[in-house]
C-alpha cells in the first residue's frame, strides 16, 4: 500500500516537472514551448526569390523543378514543415517561404536566407581542374565513422546515381594516387586523395578530424547537388498568413476548450475523470516539448494533429472510465473493477493508436511540408496516449485508491441498464441521410463549383507598395469583390528600401488579363496601393510531392484494411476493414462538400483536415469492432443483427461523449475565429467540425451497418449453396 502511495506522489511529481520544464525550459538545450518555431501561418517568416547564377541560358523547367526539390527536401532535414517553395518558369525564378527561427529578434531576412544553406554548386575536379562529376549525380552525402580499426574515424559516405556511379569510376580508376578536388562553385571544400578504383556507386571520404567536420563536409555535398548556382537578391518578410492575433486567439480558445473538457470529464466520471485531466495535462506538455525540443515547425496541420491526438488522448480515458463503469455494475470492489476495466479497454485503445501511429509514421516517410507536420505531432500524439494515457493513470489511480478516503464506489460512475436501440432495423433512415447529404453537396458542386487555392494549382502573384498600416482582411475583401479566384494577402516588408508591400496571390492556372489587373488596383486606391510587380507562380504543392501524397494516403488505407483483416479475424476482419473503408470514404466526402458548400478554396487546411477525420473516424470505427469482437467470443450463438444492435448500444454514450469532448474544441476555436474575425482559422474550423459529427455518425450508423450487411449476405448465399 505505501508503495502505491509513494508512486502515486512521484508521478504527481514528475507531471508537475515535465508542466514546468515546457512552460520555463532548460537553458539552450531544452527550449520552452514559448520559443516553439511556428510556421509561416502563425508567425510569418522569409521570402527570397532566387535565380540562376552564372547559367549562359534561361534555366529549363526539369531543371527548376529539381533546385525546387532539393531546397524542400534541406527545409524538411532541418525540420522546416511549414514552407511554400514554388517557381516561375517564365521569369526563371525560384521562391521560397519560410518561417523565422524561434527566439529571432533581428527580423533579418538576408541573415535568415543562411539557413537554406549553400546555394552554389558542386563539382568534382581532377587536379587541372577539369569537371569529372556534378553534384547533381549525387544522391545523398551522410557522415558516419568507422569503428573497424584502433579509435574512431570519421568519414563521409558518397552515394551517386546511375550516371555519377559510371563517371566516378572512371574519374577514380584515371586518378589513383591523385587528388580529386571538391568544389562549390570555384571554392575547394576538400581534395581528398584517390587510393583505388571505386566501382558500385558508393564511396567515402575518409581521415576527417571529427564528426563535426565530417557532417560539414557532408551538408556541403548535399547542398551543392543544384544543378546549377542560385543567387538572391531580393528577399524580404512576410506576414503571417492566419493574421497577427491568430496564435493569442487560438491559445486562448484552446485553453478554455481543455478547461471545458476536463470539467465535463470530472462530471461524467468524477474520480477517473480527475486522473483523466492530470494524465492530458502531462501529455501536453510532452506534446508540446516534443515540438519545441528538436524545433520541428509548428503549422496549422502540426495544431491539427495535436487536436487529434487530444481527442484520441480524451476517447482513450473515456473507453476506460466506461468500462470501470461497466465492472462496477458488475457488482465487483473498486480496486477489482479498476483492474478489469484498464484490461478490457486495452484492446480497444492499442488497435486505434496503432493503427493510428502507422499511418502517421506512413505519412511521415512519403509526405513533407504539411503532411510530414502533420505524421510527426500525431505520432508523438499517439506514442504518449499509449505510453501516459494507459500506463500512467492506471498507476495514479490504483495510488490514490490506497488513500481509503477515495477508495469507494460513490466516486466513481455507476452505469445504469443499457437500452438496445435497434439500429440495424434503421438502416434505411440511415441511408436516405447519407444519401441526401451527399446529393446536396454533389449539387452544391454544380452551382458553386470547387475553388483550388494557390497550392494546388499555382496563380499570379501581384505586389503593391503602401504606406502606412494595412489589415489584410480589409485588402482580401476588397480585392475579393472584383474577382471570383481564391485570395490570399500578406504584408511583406523590404529591409533594404524600408518599403511595405502587399503581396496578394490569386489561385490558378491561368493569368491574369490587364482588365482583372486594373480592376484589383482600384479597388485598393482606399490604400494608396501601387502596383510593384506581377508575376506567376506554380503550385506550393509540386507534382511529386502530390504524388507522394497520394502514395501515401493509398498504402494508409491498405494498411487499415490489412490490420482490421488480421486483428479482427474472428469477425471476418476483411470484411470489416472494408466497411471501414466505405465510413471514411463517406466522412471524406463530407468535408469536401462542406468546403464546397461554404465556398472555401481547398487548400492545406483541406488537407490537415481530411488526415484528422481520416484518423478520428478509423480510431472510433475500431473501438466499435473490438466491442462486437467481444461480444461475439461470449456468445456465439447471437445473431448478427442482435450482436451489432448490442455493441452499437453498448458503445453509445463513449461515441458521443468523445464526439462531445473534441467536438467543443472544435466549436470553441470556431467561435472564437468568427468573434475576431481570422477567417482562415473560421474555414479550417468549420469543415473539422462537420468532419467530427460524420465520423461519429459513419463508425455508429455505416460501418457497422453495412458490416452486418455483409455478413448477413454471406451467410444467405451459405445457405442457399448447402441447399
Not at 447519407?434 to 501581384?462: A, E, Y
Not at 502514395?551 to 466497411?579: E, P, Q
Amino acid at each position: 500500500m505505501k508503495s502505491s502511495k509513494s508512486k502515486f506522489m512521484i508521478l504527481i511529481g514528475i507531471i508537475v516537472a515535465f508542466v514546468a520544464i515546457a512552460v520555463l525550459g532548460i537553458g539552450d538545450s531544452v527550449k520552452s514551448v514559448r520559443e516553439m518555431r511556428y510556421g509561416i501561418d502563425i508567425r510569418g517568416g522569409v521570402e527570397a526569390i532566387f535565380e540562376a547564377d552564372g547559367l549562359d541560358r534561361k534555366p529549363k523547367s526539369s531543371e527548376l523543378d529539381s533546385a525546387r526539390t532539393i531546397i524542400e527536401a534541406r527545409l524538411d532535414a532541418k525540420n522546416i514543415s511549414d514552407r511554400e517553395v514554388t517557381i516561375d518558369k517564365e521569369g526563371g525564378y525560384i521562391i521560397v517561404r519560410f518561417p523565422w527561427k524561434s527566439g529571432e529578434k533581428q527580423f533579418n531576412p538576408e541573415e535568415a536566407i543562411t539557413e537554406l544553406g549553400e546555394m552554389a554548386k558542386l563539382s568534382f575536379r581532377d587536379p587541372d581542374g577539369n569537371i569529372l562529376i556534378e553534384g547533381k549525380n549525387i544522391i545523398s552525402a551522410e557522415p558516419g565513422q568507422d569503428t573497424s580499426g584502433i579509435g574512431a574515424q570519421y568519414l563521409v559516405s558518397l552515394t551517386f546515381d546511375t550516371k555519377g556511379t559510371t563517371l566516378f569510376e572512371k574519374a577514380t580508376g584515371d586518378l589513383v594516387g591523385q587528388n580529386m578536388g571538391i568544389y562549390m562553385d570555384e571554392d575547394r571544400i576538400s581534395n581528398p586523395t584517390v587510393k583505388t578504383k571505386i566501382s558500385g556507386g558508393k564511396a567515402v571520404i575518409d581521415n576527417m578530424a571529427s564528426y563535426k567536420e565530417a557532417k560539414e563536409l557532408a551538408d556541403k555535398i548535399n547542398a551543392g547537388a543544384l544543378p546549377f548556382s542560385l543567387k538572391t537578391t531580393n528577399f524580404s518578410t512576410i506576414s503571417p498568413t492566419l493574421g497577427n492575433q491568430a496564435l493569442h486567439i487560438m491559445v486562448m480558445a484552446g485553453g478554455v476548450a481543455f478547461v471545458i473538457i476536463c470539467l465535463f470529464m470530472i462530471f461524467m466520471y468524477k474520480l477517473p475523470g480527475i486522473i483523466a485531466c492530470l494524465t492530458l495535462v502531462l501529455q501536453m506538455a510532452l506534446q508540446l516539448l516534443s515540438v519545441s525540443v528538436p524545433q520541428y515547425t509548428l503549422t496549422l496541420t502540426g495544431i491539427a494533429g495535436i487536436i487529434l491526438s487530444l481527442g484520441m488522448a480524451v476517447d482513450t480515458n473515456i473507453i476506460i472510465s466506461e468500462r470501470i463503469a461497466d465492472e462496477i455494475k458488475k457488482g465487483l470492489t473498486v480496486r477489482a473493477a479498476v483492474r478489469n476495466g484498464y484490461k478490457n479497454a486495452f484492446s480497444s485503445v492499442l488497435d486505434g493508436n496503432l493503427t493510428t501511429a502507422i499511418v502517421a509514421i506512413i505519412l511521415m516517410i512519403f509526405g513533407s511540408g504539411s503532411m510530414l507536420s502533420f505524421g510527426y505531432t500525431l505520432l508523438m500524439g499517439m506514442i504518449f496516449n499509449l505510453l501516459v494515457g494507459v500506463s500512467v493513470s492506471k498507476h495514479l489511480l490504483i495510488g490514490i485508491l490506497d488513500f481509503k478516503k477515495f477508495n469507494k464506489e460513490k466516486y466513481f460512475a455507476r452505469k445504469k441498464e443499457t437500452k438496445i436501440r435497434l439500429f440495424y432495423e434503421s438502416r434505411k433512415k440511415f441511408a436516405l441521410l447519407s444519401g441526401t447529404l451527399l446529393l446536396i453537396g454533389i449539387i452544391f458542386c454544380f452551382v458553386n463549383g470547387v475553388k483550388l487555392d494557390t497550392q494546388f494549382t499555382g496563380g499570379v502573384v501581384l505586389t503593391y507598395t503602401v504606406d502606412g498600416e494595412v489589415n489584410t482582411n480589409d485588402v482580401k475583401n476588397a480585392v475579393s469583390t472584383t474577382t471570383d479566384r481564391p485570395v490570399t494577402v500578406q504584408i511583406s516588408s523590404d529591409r533594404q528600401s524600408n518599403e511595405k508591400q502587399i503581396v496578394i496571390t490569386l489561385a490558378g492556372n491561368g493569368g491574369i488579363t490587364p482588365k482583372e489587373q486594373n480592376a484589383i488596383t482600384e479597388s485598393l486606391n482606399t490604400f494608396d496601393a501601387t502596383l510593384a510587380q506581377t508575376y506567376a507562380v506554380e503550385p506550393y504543392i509540386g507534382a511529386k510531392a502530390l504524388k507522394n501524397s497520394g502514395i501515401a494516403i493509398l498504402l494508409s488505407v491498405v494498411f487499415i484494411i490489412v490490420y482490421v483483416w488480421i486483428r479482427f479475424s474472428s469477425i471476418h476482419g476483411l470484411a470489416a476493414g472494408i466497411t471501414g473503408m466505405v465510413a471514411l470514404l463517406h466522412d471524406v466526402l463530407i468535408v469536401f462538400f462542406s468546403f464546397v458548400v461554404f465556398k472555401i478554396p481547398l487548400n492545406d487546411a483541406f488537407v490537415a483536415v481530411t488526415l484528422t477525420i481520416i484518423g478520428y473516424s478509423i480510431n472510433d470505427t475500431i473501438v466499435l469492432y473490438d466491442r462486437i469482437r467481444e461480444n461475439g467470443k461470449l456468445r456465439s450463438k447471437m445473431s448478427k443483427i442482435t450482436l451489432v444492435n448490442e455493441s452499437i448500444s453498448q458503445t453509445l454514450r463513449r461515441s458521443i461523449n468523445t464526439s462531445v469532448t473534441t467536438g467543443l474544441c472544435i466549436l470553441i476555436i470556431l467561435i472564437a475565429s468568427y468573434i475576431f474575425h481570422i477567417t482562415s482559422i473560421t474555414e479550417f474550423a468549420l469543415p473539422m467540425f462537420f468532419g467530427l459529427i460524420s465520423g461519429c455518425y459513419s463508425s455508429v450508423c455505416i460501418a457497422s451497418i453495412v458490416w452486418c450487411i455483409w455478413e448477413l449476405r454471406k451467410e444467405k448465399k451459405v445457405v442457399v449453396k448447402s441447399k
